[in-house]
C-alpha cells in the first residue's frame, strides 16, 4: 500500500521553473517504480517521465527530455520532478504514480502506460503563463 501526495504546483511564467514533490507513505515505497503523468484540460492524461525503483533507470517524454528531471530519494520516500524552461502548453494537472517494480527495462511492463500504475496522488496544478 503507498498513498501519495503531490505539491509544488503553482503559477509560474513560461521560461521559469517548478519543482514538485510527491510524498509516498508506507514501508513499501522504496519497491515502486514511480512516474508521473500529466492532464491538461480537454486532453488526454499523457506520460511524462518515470523512474526504477532504485533510481537507477529514467524515462522520459520525448517532447520533456532536457527540460525535466525525475529524481527519487527513498530515504525521504519522496520522489521529484524538476520542471524547467517551462511552457505554457505545460499548463496541467500533474500527477505522480506508483507501479510495480516490473516496469520498465529489463522487465516487461511499460512505464509508459498509465494502467501499469497502482497508485495515484490527487494531482497538483502546473499553470504555465505567457
Known amino acids: 500500500q503507498v498513498q501519495l501526495v503531490e505539491s509544488g504546483g503553482g503559477l509560474v511564467q513560461a521560461g521559469g521553473s517548478l519543482r514538485l514533490s510527491c510524498a509516498g507513505s508506507?514501508?513499501?515505497?522504496?519497491?515502486?517504480?514511480m512516474g508521473w503523468f500529466r492532464q491538461a484540460p480537454g486532453k488526454e492524461r499523457e506520460f511524462v517521465a518515470a523512474?526504477?525503483?532504485?533510481?537507477?533507470?529514467?524515462y522520459y517524454a520525448d517532447s520533456l527530455k532536457g527540460r525535466f528531471t525525475i529524481a527519487r530519494d527513498n530515504a525521504k520516500n519522496t520522489v521529484y520532478l524538476q520542471m524547467n524552461s517551462l511552457k505554457p502548453e505545460d499548463t496541467a494537472v500533474y500527477f505522480c504514480?506508483?507501479?510495480?517494480?516490473?516496469?520498465?527495462?529489463?522487465?516487461?511492463?511499460?512505464?509508459?502506460?498509465?494502467?501499469?500504475?497502482?497508485?495515484w496522488g490527487q494531482g497538483t496544478q502546473v499553470t504555465v503563463s505567457s
Open positions: 504514480a506508483a507501479g510495480p517494480m516490473s516496469l520498465g527495462a529489463p522487465y516487461s511492463g511499460s512505464v509508459y502506460y498509465s494502467e501499469e500504475y497502482d497508485y
Open positions: 508506507g514501508p513499501t515505497f522504496s519497491y515502486y517504480v
Open positions: 523512474i526504477s525503483w532504485s533510481g537507477g533507470r529514467t
